[in-house]
T-cell receptor, first 116, second 110 residues
Framework: DSGVTQTPKHLITATGQRVTLRCSPR?????VYWYQQSLDQGLQFLIQ???????AKGNILERFSAQQFPDLHSELNLSSLELGDSALYFC???????????????FGPGTRLTVL | GENVEQHPSTLSVQEGDSAVIKCTYS??????FPWYKQELGKGPQLIID?????GEKKDQRIAVTLNKTAKHFSLHITETQPEDSAVYFC?????????FGQGTELSVKP
């Protein structure tokens, strides 16, 4: 158990809908990362937040957005869902973020999203 | 762009044998190289990592080597056990974000 929690575990929805995935980082961690895992794209970095502020962006679609709240939990919002958005979504957390710094990332159990 | 190539995609070994997984990265500014193990239905679990100023690191049956000049790094598992069966991912990191390889499905046969 990494200490990172994600809810829900599974989510089934229809095309065009909007969903929210939630992540609570390990106690004491200030940085949260979101990743998408699909069969064709593998594990891909989406976005990172540190202490409430966006720090880095990857291949995140404009239909997707995220935020980190004052209690440090994070939410990933996916809208206008398409069949191709079906994937596992993982949250990871690390202690901090400093330019050039190296911090181990610990992953949560993931949310499996199925778009029908 | 940033890219990590991982080989092989599948690897089958007999219990007790060694397993080696290799990765190549493209961005010479990458400074951190973690390895993750992912079991079915679970999130990736960090098993070992190495920083760019170190050539080799060992933790019991697992070791990682890094060749910065060639931009190669490898995972070595000795005395494999059935519970080592899983998908293994290498990653390269610069400024926090992880770029993952495509994964290696390791099967250890008793």
């Amino acid at each position: 158990d990494s200490g990172v929690t994600q809810t829900p575990k599974h989510l089934i929805t229809a095309t065009g809908q909007r969903v929210t995935l939630r992540c609570s980082p390990r106690s004491g961690d200030l940085s949260v990362y979101w990743y998408q895992q699909s069969l064709d794209q593998g594990l891909q970095f989406l976005i990172q937040y540190y202490n409430g502020e966006e720090r880095a962006k990857g291949n995140i679609l404009e239909r997707f957005s995220a935020q980190q709240f004052p209690d440090l939990h994070s939410e990933l919002n996916l809208s206008s869902l398409e069949l191709g958005d079906s994937a596992l979504y993982f949250c990871a957390s690390s202690v901090g973020f400093r330019a050039g710094g190296i911090y181990e990332q610990f992953f949560g159990p993931g949310t499996r999203l199925t778009v029908l | 762009g940033e890219n990590v190539e991982q080989h092989p995609s599948t690897l089958s070994v007999q219990e007790g044998d060694s397993a080696v997984i290799k990765c190549t990265y493209s961005d010479s500014a990458s400074n951190y190289f973690p390895w993750y193990k992912q079991e079915l239905g679970k999130g990736p679990q960090l098993i070992i990592d190495i920083r760019s100023n170190v050539g080799e690191k060992k933790d019991q049956r697992i070791a990682v080597t890094l060749n910065k000049t060639a931009k190669h790094f490898s995972l070595h598992i000795t005395e494999t056990q059935p519970e080592d069966s899983a998908v293994y991912f290498c990653a390269a990191s610069k400024r926090g974000k992880l770029i993952f390889g495509q994964g290696t499905e390791l099967s250890v046969k008793p």
